[in-house]
């Protein structure tokens, strides 16, 4: 009687899984805004130090406004470079300018990643947009 009952519930399973991929893909995309020209990026978190030891983590989350189509085609294809170089400057900065009983500067964040986007696209025209700013002190 066992011997059956196996191929029944794989032939059950398998039978299920086309009708959840149809789901999926019949989903509607999420979009955060309707404008064209924003791209998301996703959050980057550093740690930060004080005393020589890890004193919480910095998070940082952009997004770049982008008008024109050719440049942010050239951002689509360069985003993990971007990323890179981000995640570098934005740890450089909270080794050595971030502290657990103060707030991050925001403008010096801002700069900060403006010249690094200006610098990786060759050209000005990406701006660069702050979502969040926040730490994590870990006492």
């Given at each position: 009687?066992?011997?059956?009952?196996?191929?029944?519930?794989?032939?059950?399973?398998?039978?299920?899984?086309?009708?959840?991929?149809?789901?999926?893909?019949?989903?509607?995309?999420?979009?955060?805004?309707?404008?064209?020209?924003?791209?998301m990026?996703?959050?980057?978190?550093t740690?930060?130090?004080?005393?020589?030891?890890?004193?919480?983590?910095?998070?940082?989350?952009?997004?770049?406004?982008?008008?024109?189509?050719?440049?942010?085609?050239?951002?689509?294809?360069?985003?993990?470079?971007?990323?890179?170089?981000?995640?570098?400057?934005?740890?450089?900065?909270?080794?050595?300018?971030?502290r657990?009983?103060?707030?991050?500067?925001?403008?010096?964040?801002?700069?900060?990643?403006?010249?690094?986007?200006?610098?990786?696209?060759?050209?000005?025209?990406?701006?660069?947009?702050?979502?969040?700013?926040?730490?994590?002190?870990?006492?």
């Amino acid at each position: 009687m066992r011997s059956w009952l196996l191929p029944c519930a794989l032939a059950a399973a398998f039978a299920v899984m086309p009708a959840r991929a149809d789901d999926e893909a019949k989903r509607p995309e999420h979009k955060i805004t309707q404008s064209k020209s924003f791209i998301m990026v996703e959050p980057f978190y550093t740690t930060f130090y004080d005393a020589g030891r890890p004193a919480g983590l910095l998070m940082v989350a952009v997004g770049l406004d982008v008008p024109n189509d050719a440049l942010r085609s050239d951002v689509d294809r360069g985003m993990p470079r971007l990323r890179d170089d981000y995640l570098r400057n934005l740890s450089l900065f909270a080794a050595t300018a971030v502290r657990p009983d103060r707030q991050p500067d925001v403008n010096e964040i801002a700069g900060r990643l403006q010249r690094v986007t200006d610098r990786a696209l060759h050209r000005p025209g990406a701006k660069v947009l702050l979502a969040q700013v926040a730490i994590r002190v870990s006492r």
